[in-house]
């Protein structure tokens, strides 16, 4: 048997990731104004929910935040290389992963993002050794749904897809389009 798990809000709780990185990114770089606080972290996490190029997020915080150029650049740089420090997996996610393993279950993550920003996050939450194949729509230049995304996977996994089942929160994005056939 295979298992296809998309990765944010599936196994990782982005929102709470968010929320962590947004606080460490306000305390940080000393951003003025405490009564602004909490919307700079919630205009930061509603931001990051939608999906948008990031050099978009950290211009509108920018504006709204009067954030000098130069270290709304500096903060986005910071969020691409340190961000996967604050990923925050939901309870349980490692235990059942392992549990799958254990059981003899192919398992792969098939993921929408940049390669290196998901392949990051997937190794600090510890998922990395049990995935038996990782594909991310940056490393393929494909966004789920696309059908290519599910079948690379499952060439990866051997190509058995009539035991194969995927794990995801978003029927938009995580529901094939067409029959998968060898």
Request: charged content about 20%; proline content about 4%; some cysteine.
């Amino acid at each position: 048997m295979n298992l296809l798990f998309d990765l944010d809000d599936t196994l990782h709780d982005k929102k709470a990731s968010l929320y962590g990185y947004a606080l460490s990114l306000w305390e940080s770089n000393s951003l003025q104004i405490e009564s602004e606080r909490n919307d700079f972290i919630d205009v930061f996490v509603n931001e990051n929910l939608i999906i948008q190029p990031k050099i978009e997020v950290f211009d509108k915080l920018r504006v709204q935040f009067h954030i000098p150029s130069k270290l709304a650049s500096q903060m986005l740089n910071d969020f691409d290389g340190t961000f996967h420090e604050f990923s925050v997996a939901f309870p349980d996610s490692l235990s059942v992963l392992h549990f799958l393993k254990n059981k003899g279950v192919k398992i792969a993550c098939v993921t929408n993002g940049r390669d290196f920003f998901q392949r990051n996050k997937i190794s600090a939450l510890g998922f990395e050794p049990y995935f038996d194949a990782i594909v991310t729509s940056g490393g393929l230049g494909v966004k789920k749904p696309n059908p290519h995304i599910f079948l690379e996977s499952l060439r990866l996994l051997g190509f058995v897809h009539d035991t194969t089942c995927f794990c995801g929160d978003s029927l938009r994005a995580e529901t094939i389009p067409i029959p998968l056939t060898n």
